[in-house]
């Protein structure tokens, strides 16, 4: 996959281009994710290089990247998993990031990690890598993108709300989460909380999974 468009900083348009990753690119990627989780996240959760020799071996079009001028501004990474929707951990179903449980004959794109380096956040890049994995869903014909999001605005308030209000507050737009509202306004829908989901103490290790359906399913079996 490779295309490029124009996004705008301000009124300021700069040209991003989505592509696949390649081991080329994996300095600048480890260097992201230093950027996007910084303490309290577990620093032994970003990406080792073994790990994204794997995601660019077993399933190197569902590795993406995005690309300002030279500069990496964010990635996606993604397997493929027979699911049905059962509670599950991040290790579990990722193979703890290394994506050795990916499975060519699943039905449905996981999402392993979305990353956008902090200096080009708001600017749509997190919403055009998420239309990267609708298009690779419609071309796999696969039955949806699936992926548990943390909700790191969770800890904050976490002697309020249980993990199911704060959800329900999000939904009804009373209150706005980094990543589940980003992932919202994203075109993902939340499915259900998935508890001990990662070891994320802003999140209180819960995960929410949210889905995006292949509208063109019927069609196109
Ligand atoms: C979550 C993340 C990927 C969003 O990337 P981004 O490129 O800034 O997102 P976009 O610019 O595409 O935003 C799309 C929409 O979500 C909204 N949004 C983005 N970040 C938001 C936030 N922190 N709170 C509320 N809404 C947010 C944007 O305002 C935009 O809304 P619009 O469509 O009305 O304009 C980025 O913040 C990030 O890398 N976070 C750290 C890593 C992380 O936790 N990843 C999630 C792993 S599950």
């Known amino acids: 996959m490779q295309f490029s468009q124009y996004l705008f900083q301000g009124d300021r348009p700069i040209k991003t281009t989505i592509r696949n990753y390649t081991e080329n690119d994996f300095e600048q990627l480890i260097q992201i994710q230093k950027e996007c989780f910084p303490p309290p996240f577990p620093s032994d ?32 990474t993604t397997l493929i998993v027979n699911h049905q929707g059962e509670d ?67 800890e904050k308030v976490k002697d309020q709300l249980s993990p199911n209000e704060y959800l329900e507050s999000i939904m009804e737009g009373t209150r706005k989460d980094p990543v589940v509202s980003f992932l919202m306004k994203a075109g993902r829908t939340p499915v259900k909380l998935l508890p001990n989901y990662l070891d994320d103490p802003e999140s209180a290790n819960y995960g929410v999974l949210m889905e995006w359906k292949n509208p063109f399913l019927e069609k196109s079996k």
């Open 45 to 76: 959760l970003w990406w080792t290089e073994d790990q994204l020799s794997n995601h660019i071996r077993l399933f190197p079009e569902g590795a993406i990247c995005a690309e300002i001028g030279e500069e990496m501004a964010g990635s996606i």
């Open 88 to 154: 599950h951990t991040w290790e579990e179903i990722t193979g703890d990031g290394s994506i050795s449980t990916h499975d060519p004959n699943g039905n449905a794109l996981y999402v392993v990690d979305i990353s956008v380096r902090p200096k080009y956040r708001k600017t749509g890049i997190g919403k055009l890598l998420m239309q990267a994995l609708f298009h690779l869903v419609v071309e796999l014909k696969l039955d949806s993108v699936l992926g548990g999001s943390r909700m790191p605005g969770y």
